[in-house]
């Protein structure tokens, strides 16, 4: 019998419940592969009440992201919310808590990446966060891994999925601005509100 890997979702808006439905899913597929079964313990969000689409045990939905870094049987927290705070406390404390980390967030990243990296390394905990680059095309994982004997100081290019999504389709098709951003909002690739994206 394989292993439960145990997930704390906290942001339930249009990129958290897509990443929910993706798990449930793909969940055989990725016990197959992984090894492990990940179980999605625990989601935390302002609004619990909207249907967001995607069905989930309602036992499971909280507004107070607390009980997810707190828990101990959670291993992995997923920060979806966006912004700055609290989602720079949250993945600090999940951190301190000795809990895995993901995120999209690519505004926090940037602003507050070092701090937040370098809280990865003491705590002995892993940052995951290729999906807050390239529309999670695996660019960072290659980095790392495949050219790590390559002396690469920076790269440059768009490596944001939504940049790209509404550029391509600028570019290609002639659309507005405001068309296209709709169009990404309604697909989820832009949040309800894409001020970070």
Partial sequence: MSKDI????????TIGSGTVKLIQENNEL???????????????????DTPRGVDVDRNILTR???EILTDPEIDIVIELMGGYEPAKSFILKAMAEKKHVVTANKAL????????FSAAVREGVNMGFEA????????????KESLVANNIQSV??????????ILTKMTDE?????DVLKEAQ????????PTYD
């Fill in 64 to 66: 107070d992201a607390h």
């Fill in 6 to 13: 145990y997930l704390g979702l906290i942001g339930f808006g």
């Fill in 186 to 193: 309604k697909i989820g690739f832009a949040e309800a509100d």
């Fill in 174 to 178: 002639g659309k507005a601005f405001d």
């Fill in 109 to 116: 990243l940037a602003t507050h990446g070092n701090e937040i």
């Fill in 30 to 48: 990725i016990r197959k592969r992984l090894g492990a079964r990940l179980v999605v313990k625990r989601i935390a969000d302002l609004d619990i």
């Fill in 156 to 165: 440059f290019g768009i490596l944001n999925g939504t940049a790209n999504f």
């Fill in 132 to 143: 807050s680059v390239g529309g999670t095309i695996p660019i960072i994982k290659t980095l």
